[in-house]
DNA sequence: TCAAAAGTGTTAATAGTACACCCATGA
DNA sequence: TCATGGGTGTACTATTAACACTTTTGA
């Protein structure tokens, strides 16, 4: 029988990471130099295919927990790519999502089964089918996104310090930030909130930790930095 | 045989558009009443399915194209939509579009056939699946686009007055906007060209008829309202 | 004792906001 | 002549940007 629906074609639905991480001053992408058919020893995002008892934000979710095993991450959809023949062996149509997590959390077992690592940021590999124009989506979205909301804390560790969050909006926006002015800023913003413990593994010195508190920011949500 | 593709299943995959125009003060989308099953009689977005021949993006020009006979609009994805049931009837995977469209240039004929009108941005009716969802994602996305990216003039003739300009911000941003504030903004951008023809359909007086120049706007892409 | 990162205020420039009256015209 | 929308400038406020030295401490 013909249906409103079935007189439609079909078709594999998959999902792309592009993961980001921080470390050491400067935004990191995981990506895996694949050890697996199509296209087996280039690199390219981390994907994989919608199934049947799963929404397609789900999928992402799942995808990023084999390569990382890593639950509840801050993930967005970054867009849709629709070419025909954007994946040479077959249609599929594929949801970009960027996804945010601390560098020093993951599996590093399952990272390494995939044959995944950290790049940086500005000094991506080529990549396979369309993954490059993900990345660069990516890249603007996190621009944008890390300067109207709270979100470059998944980034980091729970605790970090004020030198650590100001070297990561200078890797995100590749500009360096007058340190009175960013102190100034955040000085302001309430939710990040100092604590009494010290750093010491950064400086001689020590610097003051800091905490970003959602439940206080969620009171009064305004953030630009 | 088994391949890295035909292991997984495949979907069907929409478009839905969110199709925004402006007149007399207030932003309008354009809805069907569905004169066709499924869901006859309820509100929805125009929308329809992706075809082997077609990127998704192309298949979201089509559809706009079949409701309003426009051809090369403004449009831009606002979000994928994945969820296992949003479509009662079938699982369908859509992706949801904003377009701009001048209101007083489509196929009115196309329209009353697809039984779609223009509904006021602030009484809009309830709507089928997460129809509704998408509709509030492409308000806070036109929100956003709108205030750092000239693409006010999609809504618009070609030609406009400086007080339309300024009714249509004022409807995008639901609050009121000083008269004299505002020519100064648009002052200051050159590309926003005033031409020697006068407008007399709005006032006794006439006011002055503007344009965007895009290709001045290029040179020196730098916009605020 | 010195190298290395932490921490701290003031001033100038810029951008944004508030506000009220005259103009030109057709009815 | 008057009602209607068109057009214009200035003063105040808030935000952003520029800028340099002292502190602490482990090596």
Redesign the interface.
């Known amino acids: 029988m013909t249906?409103?629906?079935n007189v439609?074609?079909?078709?594999?639905?998959s999902v792309d990471c592009i993961i980001f991480g921080f470390d050491k001053g400067s935004l990191k992408l995981l990506l895996l130099k694949r050890n697996f058919?199509?296209a087996k020893g280039q690199w390219s995002l981390m994907g994989g295919?919608?199934?049947?008892?799963?929404?397609?934000?789900e999928?992402a979710q799942r995808v990023l927990k084999e390569l990382t095993g890593l639950e509840n991450v801050y993930m967005e959809?970054v867009?849709?790519?629709?070419?025909?023949h954007r994946d040479p062996?077959?249609?599929?149509?594929s949801?970009a999502y960027s996804a945010l997590i601390n560098i020093n959390e993951y599996d590093k077992e399952l990272v390494a089964r995939y044959n995944a690592s950290w790049t940086d940021m500005n000094a991506i590999p080529p990549l396979i089918f369309d993954h490059h124009d993900m990345v660069e989506r990516a890249l603007a979205w996190i621009r944008k996104k890390a300067s109207s909301e709270p979100v470059g804390f998944e980034l980091l560790p729970e605790l970090f310090t004020l030198t650590q969050l100001q070297s990561l909006y200078e890797a995100i926006y590749g500009k360096s930030i007058d340190k009175r002015n960013f102190r100034k800023q955040i000085a302001m913003m309430d939710y990040i909130e100092k604590t009494d413990l010290i750093d010491k593994t950064g400086s001689k010195r020590g610097a003051a930790l800091y905490r970003f508190n959602e439940k206080t920011y969620r009171l009064a949500p305004k953030f630009k930095l």
Chains 1, 2 share one sequence.
């Open positions: 249906t409103y629906y439609n074609p079909q078709f594999y639905v058919e199509p295919f919608v199934q049947k008892n799963e929404s397609v934000d999928a959809q867009g849709t790519y629709g070419e025909i062996g077959e249609r599929v149509i949801v």
